[in-house]
């Protein structure tokens, strides 16, 4: 069976746009929500977001691409230049008929696309329309393919492009496929990883009639507090994780540094509600199983959790469940913890920012905090990392998502049995 290895980690988030500022801040505990910026929020229910001070410029993209992309695939381009640097491959060595590109979105260009409504609208003033207003670039924006279009243009990948749009387990069910393309043969290396940049008007407003997210507006620092008693619905956030996903043996044979392994994922839908959740977590239980089984994870082998910790009530009750119910007694020892209490949620792009702190987390032997985490809730009874990070081993980890629709997704990264044997 071929293997996937993670060779390169990029990230843009909110309070970090590199991997390691990313870093620092997360296992510091500090959190980058604040009242929004980007458009006046005032009359919006929740009026807070995790926004991401973001230079495309320094990033390493152009005039011309800055030009033509949406927020979402400069994100996906600046995280991919970051990794594939990490990864240490030299591209012109590599064959790009066996370079594969899988990233993940939920809602795709959403800020372009109220740009250009707004103006060819004239504020909302004209119901018809004129196009004429419109970007060159709008129908770049409109279609969902341009985000892995444009990444496999900047890094001349002929191998298979796709975009996976699956709400908010989109990041680990892309870096899923890209795992599978690597097992099935169909490629070598895959850029894979999601983007998402939602915190624009017209999502916002989505969010506001459900109350799905914090009204904590008053208090934007502490808002998202999952598994807290107190917690109110999670907070808008946006940012792009991309990993380099390079074929074991090769990324050994050339000496690259291996963060650790895909050792196992799975998705399953729960067919119940388009936002509701079960309350057993029988469905996201059902992945966990399916992932450990792919990789011969045992219980007691999972050494953290980083948690989809969304910060409603439902879904945290929901994710409880599901560990208790895959993991049994052991679920009571491992170290858990919800990075959107920092970065907030940034829908379809969080599950490879996750996957990204996962990474690191192998890499580095530190589990990352839940921050605001300060009353316990009985239903919520695990060990979720309060507010101080953990230094401790981690040579398995484990990160579920749920998304609106019924998707849930569970992926295993490891440590490679070789390198455990040698101690690196």
Not at 268 to 280: C, E, Q, S
Request: aromatic share 6%; glycine share 10%; proline share 5%.
């Amino acid at each position: 069976m071929r293997r996937s290895a993670i060779t390169g980690v990029g990230v843009v988030a909110p309070g970090g746009p590199t991997r390691e500022a990313f870093w620092e801040m997360i296992t510091a505990g500090r959190t980058a929500t604040r009242r929004i910026t980007f458009f006046d929020p005032e009359g919006f229910r929740s009026q807070i977001a995790a926004e991401c001070d973001f230079d495309p410029r320094a990033a390493g993209l152009d005039d011309q691409e800055i030009s033509r992309m949406d927020r979402s695939v400069q994100f996906a381009v600046a995280a991919a230049l970051e990794a594939v640097h990490d990864s240490g491959l030299t591209l012109e060595e590599v064959d790009r008929d066996r370079l594969g590109v899988t990233l993940g979105s939920a809602v795709g260009g959403t800020m372009q696309l109220e740009d250009d409504y707004v103006v060819v609208s004239n504020r909302g003033q004209k119901w018809l329309v004129d196009h004429e207003y419109a970007s060159p670039f709008l129908y770049h924006a409109l279609v969902p393919s341009t985000l892995a279009s444009e990444v496999a243009l900047r890094f001349g990948a002929h191998g298979p492009s796709v975009v996976i749009s699956t709400g908010c387990t989109s990041g680990i069910d892309g870096i899923g496929y890209g795992h599978q393309l690597i097992q099935d043969g169909e490629a070598d290396i895959v850029i894979s990883g999601a983007s998402e940049t939602g915190i624009s008007p017209i999502s916002m407003a989505c969010f506001d009639p459900i109350k799905a997210t914090s009204r904590r507006n008053d208090d934007a620092a502490h808002a998202s507090r999952p598994f807290d008693r107190d917690r109110d619905g999670f907070v808008m956030g946006e940012g792009a994780g991309v990993l380099v996903l390079e074929e074991f043996e090769s990324a050994r044979d050339r000496g690259a540094h291996i963060y650790c392994e895909v050792a196992g994922y799975a998705n399953r839908g729960n067919a119940y509600h388009m936002t509701g959740l079960r309350p057993d977590g029988a469905e996201m239980s059902e992945a966990i199983l399916d992932a450990m089984a792919q990789g011969s994870i045992r219980p007691e082998d999972i050494d953290y959790i980083n948690a989809h910790g969304s910060g409603t009530k439902q879904n945290d009750r929901h994710e409880t469940a599901a560990y208790k119910r895959s993991l049994g007694e052991r679920a009571y020892k491992i170290p858990i913890s919800s990075i959107k209490s920092m970065v907030g949620h940034s829908l379809g792009g969080i599950g490879a920012v996750e996957m990204a702190a996962c990474a690191l987390a192998i890499d580095r032997g530190v589990v990352p905090p839940t921050a605001n985490w300060e009353n316990p809730d009985p239903e919520c009874d695990l060990d979720y990392t309060p507010n101080e990070a953990r230094r401790t081993p981690v040579d398995v980890a484990l990160s579920t998502g749920s998304g609106f629709g019924g998707f849930q997704s569970a992926m295993l990264f490891a440590r490679p049995a070789e390198l455990q044997e040698v101690g690196t």
